[in-house]
């Protein structure tokens, strides 16, 4: 029985933290297709080994140095290999006044999503 059950939570587990996974990034694209800014919070080595074509690269370790000069209002959708480290980006720009800003998740879910 509690194997059962485990069995029953673990799944319930995939099929909704996926379906979260697949609406950041449709919400992603969207806002993409809408003119949003797009960046790229992991390190250099990992956005050269890919990245969306709109993205510029701004690493969570220098976020402070790059936002500096944007728009506050502007969006802006950040990515990164899993949503872990753009969701540290997306907590630090609004502490910091941002307003238009979304969390899209990793490469992956984004490239799986892609409207092309």
Same mark, same amino acid.
């Given at each position: 029985m509690k194997v059962m059950l485990r069995y029953i939570v673990l799944s319930l587990f995939f /099929?909704?933290?996926?379906? #979260? &996974?697949?609406?950041r990034a449709k919400e992603g694209w969207q806002l993409? +297709?809408?003119?949003a800014m797009v960046i790229d /919070?992991?390190?250099? +080595? +990992?956005?050269? &080994?890919g990245h969306l074509d709109q993205a510029v690269n701004y690493p969570l370790s220098e976020l402070d !140095? #790059?936002? &500096?000069a944007l728009d506050k209002s502007q969006p802006i959708v950040l990515y990164c290999r899993s949503g872990n480290r753009s969701g540290q980006a997306l907590a630090y720009m609004k502490? !910091? %006044?941002f307003t238009?800003? #979304?969390? &899209?998740? %990793?490469?992956? +879910?984004?490239n799986i999503e892609s409207p092309q």
């Open positions: /099929v909704f933290g996926t379906a #979260h &996974a697949s609406d993409i +297709e809408q003119g /919070v992991r390190t250099p +080595e +990992e956005f050269n &080994a !140095k #790059h936002i &500096a502490s !910091k %006044g238009a800003l #979304h969390n &899209a998740g %990793g490469l992956n +879910e984004m």
